[in-house]
C-alpha cells in the first residue's frame, strides 16, 4: 500500500496556477499601493502559517513570536549593513539563527499548556528588553535603517510572495505528512502519544524551530520592506499579539487557514487605522471572543460550515 | 528458559505511600501473565513502571537481558514494550486509521507502505477494518478499547502490557476480547502481562498469574495453584467489600 | 550593614507587591484551572479606576479601593456568566480559555486608551515621594501602605477561605468539581463567585501598584509574568505559598539588580520559574505542567 502524496495533484495545479497569476499581477497595471499592501500580505501569510505549525498542529500557543521576528530583522539588517550580502542571503542567516534561538528555548518547550505560553510572554519581553538595551546590536531606541534601494524594495514582491508559498506547500504537507501527525498525536495527548513511541520533545524542539526560523526570515522581509526597523516594534508585544490575531482569525489549527487570517487582518487592520484609529486592538479582541465562542476555527470553520450547510440543502436526502 | 522481560526489586515511593514494593516480575517467551490484586494493589502502578511513563524509586526492568530502566516511555515502545491505559485515551483529532499509523510509523524505521500495512493488519485483527475513516468518538467503549489494542499492536511489541481491557464492556465483548488477546499472543507471537478485575478472564487467559497485594507480591504460580492458595484468599476475601463497592 | 538592611527592607517591600499582585491570578487558577490572560488587563483598569477616583473626585487612592474592588468584582461577575462559561469543557478549554481572556485583556486595553489616551500615568499624592526614617533605612510610605493593605488582603482572603461556608465551598471545588455537584454545591455559582473574587483582587493589585509605578494601556504583561511565576512557585490554593514565592521572587530581583544590570530583572523571575519548573518536572501539588 503506498501512501497518498504529500500534495495532492489537483491542488498542486491550482497551487502553481495562482501563484503563476499573483506573480504576473504586478506587470499589468498594478497601483504601487496594491503593490505594496500584497508584498506586505505575503509576508504576514508566512509569519501566519508558520506560528500556527506551534499554535495549531502541535497544540502550543506562543505569544511570543516576536522575538524571532526580530531576531530575523536586525540580524539581516546587520549583515547587509556590514556585510554588503545580498539581501536574501542575510534573511536566510536571520532566520537560521532565529532557529538556534528557540532551540535555546528548549527548557520551556518541556511546558504544557498555558504554562508554556505565559513563558512565551516571558520570552517575548524579555528579548524586547534585552535587545532594546543593546545598542550595538539593534541601534536601541533609535533604530536601525536598512540600505534598500527602491528597486530592491519593489522586487520584495517576488521574495515574499516566494516565501509564502513555500511556506504554504510546507504547511500542507506537514499536516499531511507522519510528521504532522505525529504533531497532532501530541496535541491531542502528550503521555498517550510517549506511550506509542513518539518523542514529544523531540518533534516539538523541531517544530519550534521551523516555526522561529521561517517567522525570522519573514522578519528580515518585513525589515527589508519598511527600511527603517526599530527594537520596541519588532520585539514588541504588539507584534507578537499580531501572530496569533492572524491565525485565530483564519482558523487555529487548519492547514492554510492563517494565510486567510492574514490577509484578513491586513485588510481589516488597514480599514480600521484609517477609519477607528483607537479602536482597533480592541475590535480585534472582540474578533477574537466571537470566533473562540462560536467558530473556534476561525474563517475556515465558517466556510466549512456554510459548505455543509450548503450540501445539506441541496441533497436533502442525506443523513 | 530466560526471561523475555525481567523486572528486580522494582519500588515506586509517592511521598510518605510505598506503591509498590520489591516486586521481582519475570515474564517468558509467549507467556500471558496476569497480575491480579485487590484495589491500590499497585498493578497500574506496576504498569506505568514497566511501561515507562514513570521512573521506579528502586529495582530494575530487563528486556533480553538488557537495561531498560532508565528508557523514558517512548524509547520503550521502540524497544518492545508497550501499553493500554485502563482509562482509554485515543486521539480525539484523529481518525482510526490515523491513530493507529501513528503508532505504526514509530515503531520500526521502514518505510511508510510498510507501516500501512501494518495498520490494516492491526486494524483487521481488532475488528476495526470496516471504518477507518470515522473518529474515535464515533465508537462506543468497547470499540474505543480495540482502537487502544489495535494502536498498541501497530507498534509491532514484543511485551503487551493490558490494563483492565475487559472491564466495563459487557459480557458477549469481554468473550471476543478475550479471544483476542489469545490470538494476539498466538498469531503474533507476543508476550503479554494483563490485569483484570474480571476473574474468570484473567483464569482462562493467563498461563500463569501473579498477585498484589499493598504493593508487595503475595503470590505466584498457575491459576490453579493461585486460587487454592491461602494468602490470596484471605486478600480477597478481607477486602471484599472494597471489591464489590468498586464494581 | 545598613546597607543590607536596606536590601533586606526594599525586598519585604517588593515581596508585598509581588504577593498583592498575584492572588487573584492564583485564585482563579486555582480553583477554574483557567490562566486568567486578561489579569494584566485588569490590573492597568484598576489602576486607571483608582486614578480617575483620585483625579477627578479627590479621593485618596487607598480609599478608593472598595469601590474599585466592588467595580472589579462586577466585572469578573460579568466576564464569567458572559463569556468564560461558554468554553468547551475538556482539553479545548485550554487554548481557548486563554485566548478569549487574550481577547478581553485587547479590549480593555482598548478602551483605557479610548478614554485616557496612551500617555503614561501615575497616581501622585502629597505623600507619594515621602519616605518614613527607620531605624537608619528608608521606608517609602506608598509601598509600605501597599504592604500592609496587602497582608490585610491575605487575612482577609484566608479567613474567606477557611472560615466561611463559602470559603469551604470554593475550596471543594478546587479539589474536586464533579464531587461537589453530587453533594449539593452549585458548581457555576463557586466559578462565578470565584472569577469576581480573583478579578476584584486583580482590580486592587491595580491600584495598589499605581500608586507605586507608572502605567499606561499597555502595561500588564511583566505583572501577568510575575504574578504567574509566583502562582506557580507558591502553589495553589496556598495564599501563604503565595507570600513565600513573592518573598523569594523579590530576593532574587533586588539582588540580581547587585550583580546584573538592571534591564534584566525581568529575567530573573522567568529564569526562576524554568528552573523550577524544570528541576521539578513532577509539577507542583501532583499538577502535571510539563510535556
Known amino acids: 500500500m503506498t501512501a497518498p502524496p504529500l500534495i495532492p495533484r489537483r491542488m498542486a495545479g491550482v497551487f502553481v496556477a495562482g501563484c503563476a497569476v499573483l506573480a504576473v499581477l504586478p506587470a499589468l497595471d498594478l497601483s504601487p499601493y496594491a503593490h505594496n499592501q500584497l508584498t506586505l500580505s505575503y509576508v504576514m501569510i508566512a509569519g501566519a502559517l508558520a506560528w500556527n505549525w506551534m499554535g495549531g498542529f502541535v497544540g502550543q500557543v506562543s505569544f511570543g513570536h516576536a522575538a524571532m521576528f526580530g531576531i530575523g530583522g536586525f540580524v539581516a539588517g546587520r549583515l547587509m549593513l556590514h556585510m554588503q550580502l545580498p539581501p536574501p542571503v542575510c534573511w536566510l542567516a536571520g532566520g537560521v539563527v ?222 | 528458559m530466560t526471561a523475555l522481560l525481567a523486572a528486580r526489586g522494582l519500588t515506586r515511593r509517592f511521598g510518605g505511600l510505598t506503591a509498590l514494593d520489591g516486586v521481582d516480575l519475570t515474564l517468558g517467551e509467549g507467556e500471558i501473565l496476569g497480575v491480579i490484586g485487590p484495589n491500590g494493589a499497585g498493578k497500574t502502578t506496576l504498569f506505568s513502571l514497566i511501561g515507562g511513563s514513570l521512573a521506579p524509586s528502586a529495582g530494575e526492568i530487563l528486556l533480553d537481558g538488557r537495561p531498560v530502566t532508565r528508557l523514558a516511555a517512548h524509547r520503550r515502545v521502540r524497544a518492545g ?21 501513528v503508532a505504526a510509523i514509530h515503531a520500526h524505521r521502514r518505510t511508510e507502505g510498510h507501516a500501512r500495512d501494518r495498520v490494516a493488519e492491526a486494524l483487521e485483527l481488532a475488528g476495526l477494518a470496516d471504518r477507518p475513516e470515522r473518529y474515535p468518538a464515533s465508537l462506543t467503549l468497547a470499540g474505543r478499547k480495540r482502537l487502544e489494542l489495535a494502536r498498541a499492536l501497530a507498534t509491532g511489541p514484543r511485551v503487551l502490557l493490558l490494563d483492565e481491557v475487559v472491564a466495563g464492556v459487557n459480557p458477549a465483548e469481554a468473550q471476543a476480547f478475550a479471544a483476542l488477546i489469545r490470538r494476539i499472543r498466538d498469531q503474533r507471537g507476543v508476550s503479554i502481562i494483563l490485569t483484570e478485575h474480571v476473574m474468570p478472564a484473567v483464569m482462562s487467559l493467563s498461563d500463569r498469574i501473579m498477585v498484589l497485594e499493598y504493593g508487595k507480591r503475595i503470590a505466584e504460580g498457575t491459576p490453579g495453584e493461585v486460587v487454592a492458595d491461602p494468602r490470596v484468599i484471605a486478600a480477597y476475601l478481607g477486602s471484599e467489600a472494597g471489591q464489590g463497592a468498586a464494581s | 550593614m545598613s546597607r543590607f538592611a536596606d536590601l533586606l527592607v526594599s525586598t519585604v517591600l517588593l515581596a508585598g507587591l509581588y504577593a498583592t499582585m498575584s492572588y487573584g491570578l ?222 523569594v521572587l523579590a530576593a532574587a530581583e533586588t539582588y540580581a539588580v547587585l550583580i546584573m544590570p538592571s534591564y534584566l530583572t525581568t529575567a530573573v523571575g522567568f529564569v526562576l520559574l524554568v528552573l523550577v519548573l524544570v528541576l521539578r518536572p513532577g509539577g507542583f501539588f501532583g499538577h502535571r505542567i510539563l510535556a
Open chain 2, 81 to 101: 514494550i508497550v501499553r493500554t491505559h485502563q482509562i482509554v485515551r485515543p486521539f480525539a483529532n484523529l481518525t482510526i486509521f490515523e491513530n493507529v499509523m
Open chain 3, 26 to 247: 492564583g485564585l482563579i487558577y486555582g480553583v477554574l484551572r483557567v490562566v486568567n490572560l486578561a489579569h494584566g488587563g485588569v490590573i492597568m483598569a484598576g489602576g486607571y479606576l483608582g486614578w480617575v477616583l483620585y483625579v477627578r473626585l479627590g479621593i485618596d487612592p487607598y480609599l478608593t479601593i472598595p469601590l474599585v474592588a466592588l467595580a472589579s468584582f462586577g466585572l469578573g461577575v460579568a466576564l464569567y456568566q458572559g463569556l468564560v462559561r461558554w468554553l468547551p469543557r475538556g482539553a479545548a478549554g485550554g487554548p481557548a480559555s486563554l485566548l478569549l481572556l487574550f481577547g478581553v485583556w485587547l479590549v480593555l486595553r482598548n478602551i483605557a486608551y479610548a478614554l485616557f489616551t496612551g500617555n503614561e500615568q501615575s497616581i501622585t499624592t502629597a505623600y507619594s515621594t515621602r519616605s518614613l526614617a527607620l531605624l537608619g533605612v528608608h521606608l517609602p510610605v506608598t509601598r509600605l501602605a501597599v504592604l500592609g493593605i496587602g497582608l490585610a488582603i491575605a487575612a482577609a482572603l484566608h479567613t474567606l477561605l477557611r472560615r466561611t461556608q463559602v470559603g469551604r465551598a470554593i475550596r471543594a471545588v478546587a479539589q474536586n468539581a464533579d464531587s461537589c455537584t453530587l453533594v449539593g454545591i452549585d458548581v457555576d455559582r463557586i466559578y462565578t463567585l470565584t472569577f469576581g473574587i480573583g478579578t476584584a483582587l486583580s482590580g486592587i493589585a491595580g491600584v495598589l501598584l499605581a500608586t507605586v509605578f507608572s502605567f499606561n494601556p499597555s502595561s500588564g504583561a511583566s505583572e501577568l509574568l510575575k504574578a504567574f511565576v509566583v502562582v506557580v512557585l507558591g502553589g495553589l490554593g496556598s495564599i501563604w505559598g503565595i507570600a513565600l514565592a513573592a518573598l
Open chain 1, 98 to 319: 532565529a532557529g538556534v534561538f528557540t532551540l535555546a528555548a528548549h527548557p520551556t518547550l518541556r511546558l504544557r499548556g498555558p504554562y508554556f505560553s505565559i513563558a512565551t510572554i516571558g520570552i517575548g519581553e524579555i528579548s524586547r528588553q534585552v535587545f532594546t538595551y543593546w545598542e550595538e546590536f539593534t541601534g536601541g531606541a533609535t533604530g536601525l535603517s536598512l540600505p534598500i534601494s527602491a528597486v530592491q524594495k519593489y522586487q520584495l514582491y517576488w521574495w515574499a510572495l516566494a516565501l509564502a508559498a513555500a511556506v504554504a506547500l510546507a504547511s500542507i504537507a506537514i499536516r499531511r505528512s507522519s510528521f504532522g501527525l505525529r504533531l497532532l498525536a501530541i496535541k491531542a495527548d502528550v503521555d498517550a502519544a510517549a506511550d506509542v513511541g513518539i518523542s514529544a520533545a523531540l518533534y516539538q524542539d523541531a517544530i519550534f524551530a521551523l516555526s522561529g526560523a521561517v517567522v525570522g526570515v519573514s522578519g528580515g522581509i518585513f525589515a527589508s520592506y519598511f527600511v527603517f526597523i526599530e527594537p520596541g516594534d519588532m520585539f514588541g508585544f504588539d507584534r507578537s499579539i499580531t501572530f496569533v490575531l492572524m491565525a485565530v482569525i483564519g482558523g487555529v489549527g487548519t492547514s492554510l487557514g492563517p494565510a486567510l487570517g492574514a490577509i484578513v487582518y491586513v485588510v481589516l487592520r488597514n480599514y480600521l487605522l484609517a477609519s477607528y484609529p483607537e479602536l482597533h486592538l480592541g475590535l480585534f479582541g472582540v474578533l477574537v471572543i466571537v470566533i473562540i465562542l462560536f467558530q473556534p476555527l476561525g474563517i475556515t470553520g465558517l466556510v466549512r460550515w456554510l459548505v455543509r450547510r450548503v450540501q445539506r440543502a441541496a441533497s436533502p436526502g442525506q443523513p
